[in-house]
C-alpha cells in the first residue's frame, strides 16, 4: 500500500469510528467502551463476514421488511435471547466500512437493539457475547432481515 493509499485508509477508518461513536451515543441503553486491538480479537471479522454472506448460508430466523415494530421487536429480543449478553457484547456494523470490533456495555433491561436498529439505514451487523462464544449476524436483503446464530466455540 503506497503511502497516499495508507492515509486515506486511516482517514476513512477515522471517519467511519466517529460515525459509529455517535451512533452508540444515540442509543441511550449502549455505551461505547472502546475498539478491541488487533491482538485481542475475538475471531477475524473479515473471514466471519464473508462466512455470514455465502449464498448457501442458511439463516436462523428471518422477518419481513414491512413486518410491524412491534414484531420486529420480539424477534430481535427473541434472536438476542440466544446470545449471552453479561453487561456488556461485542459489536460489528457492516455499513461503516473496515472498522474493528467494539465493546460497548447495555442495559439489559433496555430494549437497546430495537433502538440501534432504528438508528441504521442498513441493518447488517454482527453481535458476540460477552463470553465470545456466540454470534449473533443479521443481514438485510430484499425483502426480509435474517439472523444466523452461531457457536463459535
Same mark, same amino acid.
Given at each position: 500500500?503506497?503511502? !497516499?493509499?495508507? $492515509? ?7 471517519? &467511519?469510528?466517529?460515525? !459509529?461513536?455517535? $451512533? ?9 467502551? *472502546? ?7 475475538? %475471531? #477475524? ?5 464473508? &462466512?455470514?454472506?455465502?449464498?448457501? &448460508?442458511?439463516?436462523?430466523? =428471518? %422477518?419481513?421488511?414491512?413486518?410491524? =415494530?412491534? #414484531?420486529? +421487536? ?10 449471552? %449478553?453479561? *453487561? ?5 456494523? *457492516?455499513?461503516?466500512? #473496515? ?10 433491561? *433496555? #430494549?437497546?437493539?430495537?433502538? $440501534? ?11 458476540? +457475547? +460477552? ?7 443479521? %443481514? ?14
Amino acid at each position: 500500500m503506497n503511502k !497516499l493509499s495508507e $492515509l486515506l485508509h486511516k482517514r476513512a477508518i477515522a471517519l &467511519a469510528s466517529n460515525r !459509529l461513536k455517535t $451512533l452508540l451515543a444515540s442509543v441511550g441503553e449502549l455505551t461505547f467502551q *472502546g475498539f478491541v486491538a488487533d491482538s485481542e480479537e475475538p %475471531i #477475524d471479522l473479515g473471514m466471519l463476514w464473508r &462466512a455470514i454472506a455465502r449464498y448457501d &448460508a442458511v439463516p436462523s430466523s =428471518k %422477518i419481513e421488511r414491512n413486518s410491524l =415494530k412491534a #414484531d420486529l +421487536s420480539k424477534w430481535l429480543r427473541d434472536c438476542l435471547a440466544n446470545v449471552n %449478553i453479561n *453487561g456488556y457484547c461485542y459489536i460489528s456494523i *457492516g455499513s461503516l466500512g #473496515d472498522l474493528p470490533w467494539v465493546r460497548v456495555s447495555v442495559d439489559p433491561n *433496555g #430494549d437497546w437493539l430495537l433502538a $440501534l436498529w432504528e438508528q441504521l439505514n442498513y441493518h447488517d451487523m454482527i453481535i458476540m +457475547s +460477552s463470553n465470545k462464544a456466540v454470534i449473533l449476524a443479521f %443481514i438485510e436483503e430484499e425483502h426480509r432481515f435474517e439472523a444466523y446464530i452461531q457457536k463459535c466455540r
